[in-house]
């Protein structure tokens, strides 16, 4: 434990000031209670590659290849953040058609499909900062803004909405995260209709050396409604397990994944990079 002690105190500085990178986590989607700091940017890109994606309202199932998936993180103060995620090129491998319910808009016939991704736009705010006995708490707020197509099958022209509340807490050279939230799916058969899901996270990051770590996480969404989930608004749950490597202000990173349900990929594999730089002095 004592060899330990100084690589804690130096893990638990770096979040204490938001040195690197808790605020946004490659490869984690678990989101960290702690912010990038005031007057910070950080950008993240990467590459995700997913055996059997499945797309339950327009009947589409194949290997799925995301490039990139970016996202850019602005701290407009010591304890709020903007975040904007998305992705140029999402292409769908199609190796089966079903019948369902979006399936006669997709206008895609060959044996692919390829859009944008929907662009997903959130706010976190810190709350608590982490002190002896009691974790770092915050809230995040997002919305999805439907820019896939519902014709490439692989968008449902919905505005979802989600909230969460997030905690963190560091114990030696271990980083536990915790998200429970709450969102609001749409119906993309139906404009007046929602389906309102819990949303939940669990992540772990171990640290090995002052710049290597392994991660690992549970993440996911389970469909509450009574009866059968609209399509698009079924329980999904992924399990994440890979490492990062910083130094500096960048930071690489990879893991592999492996779907939880019948409706999430068998197995993913993702990688990228993180980099962060102060930009402007936040008021």
Do not use: C, W
Not at 22 to 48: F, M, N, S
């Amino acid at each position: 434990m004592k060899r330990l002690a100084p690589l804690s105190l130096t893990l638990f500085v770096s979040l204490v000031h938001g040195s690197l990178i808790y605020a946004q986590q490659r490869p984690l989607v678990t989101q960290d209670p702690e912010t990038i700091g005031g007057g910070r940017v950080l950008v993240d890109g990467g590459v995700d590659f997913a055996h059997n994606q499945q797309y339950p309202a327009s009947g589409l199932k194949g290997n799925l290849l995301r490039l990139p998936v970016i996202g850019l993180s602005v701290g407009l103060g010591s304890i709020v953040e903007l975040r904007i995620d998305g992705g140029l090129f999402d292409a769908l491998s199609i190796s089966e058609r079903h019948p369902a319910a979006l399936s006669s808009a997709v206008t895609a016939t060959g044996d692919s499909t390829h859009d944008i991704e929907d662009t997903i736009i959130a706010t976190k705010i810190r709350i608590l900062s982490e002190a002896a006995g009691r974790p770092a708490l915050g809230v995040r707020f997002s919305t999805k803004v439907p820019t896939a197509s519902v014709e490439s099958g692989l968008g449902l022209n919905t505005t979802d909405f989600h909230m969460s509340l997030l905690a963190g807490k560091t114990a030696e050279s271990v980083r536990f995260v915790g998200n429970v939230g709450v969102a609001i799916l749409g119906d993309p058969t139906s404009g007046t209709r929602q389906n309102d899901v819990i949303t939940y996270g669990l992540s772990i990051a171990r640290a090995l050396t002052e710049s290597a770590e392994v991660v690992g996480e549970v993440n996911g969404r389970a469909s509450v409604r009574s009866g059968e989930p609209f399509p698009g608004t079924e329980s999904r749950s992924i399990f994440k397990f890979g490492g990062r490597y910083t130094r500096g202000s960048l930071r690489i990173d990879g893991a592999v994944y492996v779907g939880l349900t019948t409706l999430d990929p068998t197995i993913g594999v993702t990688a990228g990079f993180t980099y962060v730089f102060d930009a402007f002095t936040a008021p």
